[in-house]
């Protein structure tokens, strides 16, 4: 079962299996195998984060590996706590930047959020002095207006069409109505 990122059950969880693992003294290979079962439990994470924190995870269980009978020492300094910290942190800045491009992308191209306005800062940077302050539009708005443009025309085209025709029939009927109305006063 995937649960829900969280960098800080992620960070004890890491700390426990790195410990857990050197203590056994399991092997590089079946560590490595752990490690992607680990990260790959947490759900709403792509794979360039899932990489950095194995990455980082692996490089602190070789360390500790590396250290022998004081692995405790490598695994409790503070760098060791700081690098892991850093990185799980970065992950959930990442995976929270990402929700949030998704969820903009998901309200402009589905509920047609069509107009942006660009704020005014104080000191901003050169190039973006002439954007500042300023109303734009999406791209794709002048092909939704031209299409929706095209049907309404269209519509309108189609309904002028139908009245046309209704009123040639109206006074093709008047017609046949004042013919038949003229014979029998003819015949009389």
């Not at 990122?5 to 857990?20: C, E, M, Q």
């Not at 794979?47 to 950095?52: G, L, S, V």
């Not at 959020?113 to 302050?133: E, M, R, T």
Request: aromatic share 10%; net charge positive.
């Amino acid at each position: 079962m995937k649960r829900k990122y969280n960098f800080k059950g992620l960070v004890k969880r890491a700390f426990s299996y790195i410990a857990r693992a050197t203590e056994e003294g399991k092997k590089i290979s079946q560590v490595k195998e752990d490690l992607r079962e680990l990260v790959n439990s947490y759900s709403g994470l792509n794979r360039n984060e899932r990489y950095w924190l194995y990455d980082e995870i692996l490089g602190l269980t070789r360390k500790c590996k590396a250290a022998g009978d004081n692995w405790q020492e490598v695994l409790g300094t503070r760098s060791s706590f700081d690098s892991v910290l850093r990185v799980s942190r970065k992950v959930k800045a990442s995976s929270e930047l990402r929700a949030k491009k998704d969820a903009a992308y998901l309200a402009m191209h589905t509920v047609g959020i069509v107009f942006y306005l660009c704020s005014y800062h104080p000191n901003p940077a050169d190039d973006h002095k002439d954007y500042q302050g300023k109303i734009y539009y999406d791209g794709d708005l002048k092909a939704q207006l031209a299409a929706e443009t095209k049907i309404k025309e269209d519509r309108a085209a189609a309904i002028a069409e139908k009245k046309a025709q209704a009123a040639a029939e109206a006074a093709a009927a008047a017609a046949e109505e004042a013919t038949e109305a003229e014979a029998p006063a003819e015949e009389a």
